[in-house]
């Protein structure tokens, strides 16, 4: 007898196990399985380097896991669909939602034409606990405000069950015309490529098993854990969750298993702050390239390149920033307390527009997910829903020699400070000069000056913010 088959289109899905899109096609058929880099799409973002590096490690282990049948495809993805199912008797396609506005616009228009050449257009929630759809107020608008959209969507969330269906029993079907990962053109800088991802482990069983130790460890003490950088405190799960290697669903299910406490109660929290990303996302669509508070479309940002160069190489003379960015850069990830000191940094203490930060974390960080990035730097600046006060601006110093108590952090990453004693760390160049010799710094030579004063960059800020208040 001779079985359907269907196509499986992985996107932000690449795992097996809690994949909908592909339990479900895997019913009574063989498997195509395909990616698609579609890079035709004139609406699409391109994807950043940090991205592009993790995606062809994710694809690897994907395809391995699979008996390297995954077949990959670049160009126009509906122009590609269109032609596997004019030549191929295929019966389906089925694929797990994307929520970016410019993949609802494609994908709306795809299934449509599936549908209309009589192909079965199926599509699943692979990627979040809950669809932004489904939660509304009471008078039917989108939640702006975190809590009551956590409190009413998740916190009277009955238990998630997972059956995990068995993914052995698969045949998947490959052309071999398409099996070559390099056809997809992700890589271009081996060096810097190489380095970047060296310290990370990638794929769905990477996922899984980092996701089962921190609920060993890390999560003993995440409330006040999770803000000190040099602690294990965080699970590192970001790019795992973006490239769906895990599903948040899984996540969730997980935790609600553990004994239930502060620890458990913040970690789901913060789970679903990434829902609610996703949530302003899917309702203000132009969330990544418009200001959600209108009245800072009269904000007045610096244009100072100079000042943005130093940010993104770690030259500002502020230790902690600095530490940050060289974190950012050599490895693809930055500590989420570190993110929110040099995105202050960034937009407040040098008013730099928030999108052009938002745009260098986006090539930088393997995690790098439009809602979650353009949520969180609108959060930062405060021109988003839910956003910080204007006035709240960290102070890097304080913040440095508080969250980075033993000054681990810093050294690891600023390699030029590392005999620099506890006291003048954050503040170097208030340190006496028999001092800065003793721990062989030269400011302005092996590390640099402060680029500006914190207290009087703090005060332009505020009477920045003052005029758009």
Known sequence: MIRNLNIVWFRKDLRLKDNPALEAAAHNADIFPIYINDTKDKNERNMGAASKVWLYNSLNALNSSIGNKLNYFRGN???I????????????????????????SRDTKIKKILIDNNVKAESFNGSLIREPWEVLKDDNTPYKVFTPFFKKAYLTLDNID?????????NYVSNSSHNNINNLNLLTNLSWENEVISSWKVGEKAA???????FRKGILEYKEGRNFPAKNNVSRLSPHLHFGEISPKRLWVDTCNLKQNKNTTHFLSELCWREFSYYLLYHFPYLPEKNLQIKFDSFPWVDNNDYFEKWKKGETGYPIIDAGMKELYSTGYMHNRVRMIVASFLVKNLLIHWRKGENYFWDCLFDAD??????GW???????TDAAPYFRIFNPVAQGKRFDCDGSYTRKYLPALKNMPDEYLFNPWEAPELVLKEADVSLGKNYPKPIVDIK???ENALHAYEKIK
């Open 77 to 79: 993805a509906e122009n």
């Open 81 to 104: 669909l269109i032609d596997l199912i004019q030549n191929n008797r295929i019966n389906g396609v089925y694929w797990n939602r994307c929520y970016e506005p410019f993949s609802i």
């Open 162 to 170: 997972i059956e995990d269906f068995d993914t052995s029993r698969i």
């Open 208 to 214: 899984i098993q980092k996701a089962e130790k921190f």
């Open 370 to 375: 439009l809602a979650n990035n353009s949520a």
């Open 378 to 384: 609108q959060w930062v600046a405060g021109s988003g």
């Open 456 to 458: 009087l960059s703090r």
